[in-house]
C-alpha cells in the first residue's frame, strides 16, 4: 500500500485546518523567548513531578500562563535544564524536542548547556519578526484559522487568529474555589449575588452579553456531575451562602448550583445570536497547580437533557477524561445539537488519541468530527501538537484501507472534512 500511504500522507499534509480552540495572543502569536516554549505548563508540570523544585522557574510557584515568574527567562530554561532528561520519554518531551528540532535547527531538540544561549538567541530573534508566528501557523501548519480564548486589545493577525471567549463563569465548575467563582461573576456585574433569583438573573444577563457578541463561541468548563434538577430557594441560599464562606460543598450541592447557572446563561444567550457553545468537561485543578481527571456516570444523561431543552443550540465537546470518550461519541451519534473535538488535557496522548479517533470515526457522523483543536499559548507549541494528531489520523486512515473498511477516495475525503470542514460549519468560520 505505498502509494495510499503517500497519497494520504501528502494530503493530511497539504489540507487546511482550522484550530477551534487555542490560547494565542491575536496579534503576536508566537512565543517571546525559549522560557515560554520549554516552560509551556504541560511540561513544567511534569518537571516539577519529576524533581525540580516549584519554585525553581518561577517565584510565585506556578506556570508563567498563571503568574509572572519575577526571574530572567535564559535564568529560568537553565534551571530547568538538569530536569528535562526526566522526560525524554513523555509525549510533552517528545513534542519539545520536535519543535526545537524542525523550528529552531536544534539537533535531535535536545538542549544543553552548550547550546541553550544560541537557541535563546534564536527564539528572540524570530520573535522580534512580527510575521514570524502568522507564516508558521499559515505555511508550515496550514491553519487558516486559529479561535483563541484570550482576552486582547490586539488586532487578529492577517485574520489568522478570530475570537472565542472561555471561562463563562458557571459556578464551581473546576478551575476556582466556590468563593473565587461567585467573586468573579459579581466582578463582571458590579453587583452582589445573595439569592436565587440573582444568581439566574445574574447569569442571564451574561448570557445576553455573550449571545450579542461578534464572538465564534462561548466556552464553558462545566463539573462532569452537573445536576438537572431544579434546586429549592432554601437549597440555593445554602449554597450561595457557603459558597460565599468558601466552605466545603457536597459533590451534589455543586452539580445543582452548576447546572442551573448553565441553564439560565444559555437563556440568556438566546436574546442574541451567538448559538456555538465549546463545553469542556472531565478536568479538576487542583492547588498549587495539579489537575485532575473527573468522571461522573450522570454526566451523559445530563447533556442529552441539555442539548433537548436547548436544541437551538450547538455543543461542541471535548473531554479530559478519557473514561467519557465513549460517552461522547454515542451522544454524538444519538443527538444533533452535540458534536465532538479535539484531545484536551489529559487525551492529548497517542493512546487516547489513537482510541478516540477509532471511536468517533466507528460511531459518529464525519460532519460532527472536528479532529483537532491545540489548547496552545504559542504558535511554535500548535506545530507539534498537530503533526501528532496527524500522523495518527494518517494511520488510522491508512490500516482501514488496507483491510477494507474505506475506499481510498473516502479515507481522502474524510481528512478535509474532519481538519476543516466540520470546524467551519460549526464555529461559523471562513478562511
Partial sequence: MPDVAQSLRQAIAATPVIDP???LRAGRPAADSLADLVLYHHVWVELVSSG???????????????AD???APLDRVRAALPYLPNIRNTTCGSLLRCLLRDLYDVPEGELTDANVDQIADAVTHRASDPTWGTKLLRERCHITKALTVEDADEEPCC??????AEGVPILLAGKEGPA????????RLGREVETGDEYVEAMQELGRHYGRSSLHFAGVWVPPFLDWH???????????????QNEPLSESDIGLFAGLGLRSFLAGMREGNLRTIQLIVGAQVLPPHRSITQWHPRLPETLARLAAEFEDFHFNCSTASDLHTQDLAILAKHVPNISVAGYWWHTLYPATIRKSLELRLDIVPANKIVAFFSDAYHAEWVYPKLQLVQRLFGDVLLERVADGTYTED?????????FHDSAARIYGVTD
Avoid: D, F, N, W
Wanted: proline letters at 7%; a negative charge; aromatic letters at 4%.
Fill in 52 to 66: 525540580m523544585p516549584v519554585t525553581a522557574t518561577s517565584q510565585a510557584g506556578l506556570p508563567h500562563e498563571l
Fill in 230 to 244: 431544579e434546586p429549592r430557594s432554601s437549597e440555593m441560599e445554602y449554597l450561595l451562602y457557603h459558597a460565599r
Fill in 69 to 71: 515568574p519575577a526571574m
Fill in 180 to 187: 473565587a467563582a461567585l467573586a468573579g461573576i459579581e466582578a
Fill in 410 to 418: 473516502l479515507a481522502l475525503s474524510l481528512v478535509a472534512q474532519v
Fill in 159 to 164: 485574520g489568522g487568529v478570530g475570537k472565542g
Fill in 21 to 23: 480552540h487555542c490560547h
